[in-house]
């Protein structure tokens, strides 16, 4: 449904939307208040919005809300009534759905209906008391009880009589047929082993045996904790809430929105840009941020604030909104969080009990800034910001349980600088600040127990230069700092355990040395430096359990010789060399201990192609040394393997004469299954 902010704040409509906003938010030059005071299906609201699959479900009051949802219950202390024992149920209530036309509802009671005390209302609102043995013989009766409208129930058997009284007016009476035996049940707000039921708020709950008060409880007291799912009640046994589904049973702390995190959004647009501040209240937390909106741009609210996309974060329960065109102060932020928490929004120290906040407010594409809260349970911490394109700055939150980061931060491309995070419990670093161009240099962080930092980094390319950190857990370095394009050097971190470098320095075209880093359990150097055009040399790196070298130098333009490393294992050579075109060394011996496992398909395709600088004395240490190799053009690599479909060995170079001991290795190869191609010719 589309809401305009400026028709909703001009002088004729903006007393109605904002009325209920007292005076800590009256000092806010308010753009808009979104307030939903119906319930149901069919919730229309006081900012006139029409109905649409995109609307959340409003729900009205506080107390213990049960919805229509199967497996949603509460469950109190066990109860036994003797025969012909006299007992009296007390329930404060608001039915918010009576469901299908077959659909029942047992606010509170015990055991099935057949055999326990309680009674049912049904969809058409009439109402059925049962109670023991003479559960069976009591049929449904008029209630007079409508949707929404908040009533008290008392239900029961006065020793004589099977009795309803709804407001204190009697609707229904019945002599109950004698009884033997007693029943002994826990108390049940909601039966569980019904499939059709709910649709009630319940805001007080009592049950007399005989002359004792056996159960006594105020759902709406601020001694149950919003989210509670295990309290105490007043007369001291605990109850026990069972949630399912995601429109669950829960704790209402006061009239509020329903997100499903699946497509529940309002739609609106503003006539004037703002930059300004957003206050988000909900059942799980409270916070404000900055906001900027462009003028005459759709956007969509969520539980979460302004974001892109409904479907992420732990954000549903909505108390309010509030949107400002300037930024507010620090005290303004406060007595307005203030005015929602006495509204049934839980504090801003509530996300200190948050354990996983993964996706909380991922798509939040137009906050500016975020605020301190609390973040010490957080572990799951994964995608949390992620698209936070308007981000400029980030606070020093309290991280030091995380272990997940994984996407964290990615594509926050308007971030500047980043705090001293503590981050000494990550394993995943997967994607953090992967598209962070515009982090110009980054902390210190403690990454010691990190194992994956897949892409961590790629991408910000403003980054012009990389701290110390500590890595040696990492496994994964694959795009780590894939397309950093403005660093110029690199540090020698611990990479001792990296398994897997593919593309981790890929197109880092600013560096122009490179330090002599431990590669030795590095099984893959699959792009590793490629297209890393400002290198002028390279380190004699340890690759002896790498078997893929694609395109790992390729583009190289800087290099001018190359060391003797170890690439007995290599099982792939494609494009290593290729286009590094004033490459003129190739040391001797390069392939001599070459003895792979097996040989992929174009295993030399295009390996030192557009490489003109290279010298005849190059090309001949390259080829004889794979003829000392013995290894064959198969796919074994050996004798009597068979033929690679593309078995050249690709070879360009500066077009100087070549020598006999190269004649001789080319027709060495040529009968080990391998075809020679120099400068375009096949020889």
Request: with cysteine; charged share 10%.
């Amino acid at each position: 449904m589309a809401l305009n902010l400026s028709t909703l704040t001009s002088p004729t409509t903006s007393s109605d939307v904002i009325a209920d906003i007292e005076n800590p938010a009256d000092s806010s030059d308010l753009v808009v208040t979104l307030k939903n005071l119906a319930t149901g299906s069919g919730a229309t609201t006081n900012a006139t919005q029409t109905v649409s699959a995109a609307q959340g479900t409003a729900l009205q009051g506080k107390g213990l809300y049960i919805p229509n949802v199967s497996n949603n219950y509460a469950t109190g202390p066990s109860v036994t009534i003797g025969a012909n024992e006299t007992w009296e149920g007390e329930v404060d209530m608001m039915v918010t759905d009576f469901g299908p036309s077959s659909n029942y509802l047992l606010p509170m009671g015990g055991g099935e209906w057949s055999s326990g005390f309680g009674f049912l209302f049904y969809s058409d609102g009439t109402i059925r008391p049962f109670g023991k043995s003479f559960a069976p013989f009591l049929g449904p009766q008029p209630s007079g009880v409508t949707l929404g409208t908040a009533f008290n129930v008392k239900y029961g058997f006065d020793g004589t009589n099977l009795y309803v009284d709804i407001d204190n007016v009697s609707v229904f009476t019945s002599t109950a047929p004698s009884q033997s035996g007693s029943i002994t049940h826990p108390l049940e707000l909601n039966q569980q082993t019904l499939t059709q039921q709910g649709g009630y708020m319940i805001q007080k709950a009592k049950l007399t045996v005989g002359s004792s008060v056996v159960f006594d409880c105020d759902f709406t007291s601020n001694n149950i904790p919003t989210g509670a799912t295990s309290f105490t009640a007043d007369s001291g046994q605990v109850v026990t809430i069972n949630q399912s589904g995601d429109d669950f049973a829960r704790i209402s702390k006061g009239s509020h929105l329903i997100m499903d995190l699946v497509d529940d959004e309002y739609e609106f647009t503003t006539d004037a840009a703002i930059d300004g501040t957003i206050v988000v209240a909900t059942t799980e937390g409270t916070y404000s941020a900055g906001i900027s909106l462009d003028a005459s741009t759709q956007y969509d609210l969520q539980a979460r604030g302004v974001a892109a996309s409904p479907q992420y974060g732990f954000l549903k329960n909505v108390i309010g909104y509030l949107i400002t065109p300037s930024q507010l102060s620090d005290s303004e932020i406060t007595n307005i969080e203030a005015y929602f928490v006495d509204k049934g929004a839980a504090a801003r120290s509530a996300f200190g009990s948050v354990t996983a906040f993964n996706g909380a407010w991922r798509d939040c594409e137009s906050l500016t800034s975020f605020p301190a809260i609390d973040t010490s349970s957080g572990t799951n911490f994964f995608a949390a910001w992620y698209h936070g394109y308007s981000l400029t700055s980030f606070p020093l939150l309290d991280t030091s349980s995380g272990t997940n980061f994984s996407y964290s931060w990615d594509a926050c491309n308007s971030l500047t600088s980043f705090p001293l995070l503590d981050t000494s419990s990550g394993e995943s670093f997967t994607n953090t600040w992967a598209g962070c161009t515009s982090l110009t240099s980054f902390p210190l962080i403690d990454t010691s127990s990190g194992t994956s930092f897949s892409n961590a980094w790629k991408n910000c390319n403003s980054l012009t230069s990389f701290p110390l950190l500590n890595t040696s857990s990492g496994t994964n370095f694959n795009s780590t700092w894939r397309d950093c394009t403005s660093l110029t050097s690199f540090p020698l971190i611990n990479t001792s355990s990296g398994s897997n470098l593919t593309a981790a320095w890929q197109s880092c075209t600013s560096l122009s040395s490179f330090p002599l880093i431990d590669t030795s359990a590095a099984t893959t150097l699959n792009r590793t430096w490629s297209t890393c055009s400002s290198l002028t040399s390279f380190p004699a790196i340890n690759a002896s359990l790498s078997t893929d070298f694609f395109q790992t130098w390729n583009g190289c333009v800087s290099l001018t010789s190359f060391p003797l490393i170890d690439v007995s294992l290599g099982q792939r050579f494609s494009f290593t060399w290729q286009k590094c075109t004033n490459l003129t060394t190739f040391p001797a011996g390069f392939f001599d201990s070459w003895s792979p496992t097996s040989l992929f398909n174009a295993v030399f395709q295009e390996a030192w192609g557009q490489c003109t600088s290279l010298t005849p004395q190059s090309v001949e240490n390259i080829l004889t040394s794979l003829d000392t190799s013995g290894v064959y053009g198969t796919n074994t690599g050996a004798s009597g393997g068979t033929q690679l479909a593309y078995n050249i060995i690709d070879i360009d170079y500066d077009g100087g004469t070549l020598s006999s001991a190269t004649t001789t290795a080319i027709t060495d190869l040529k009968a080990k299954n391998w075809a020679i191609k120099i400068n375009n010719v096949t020889q």
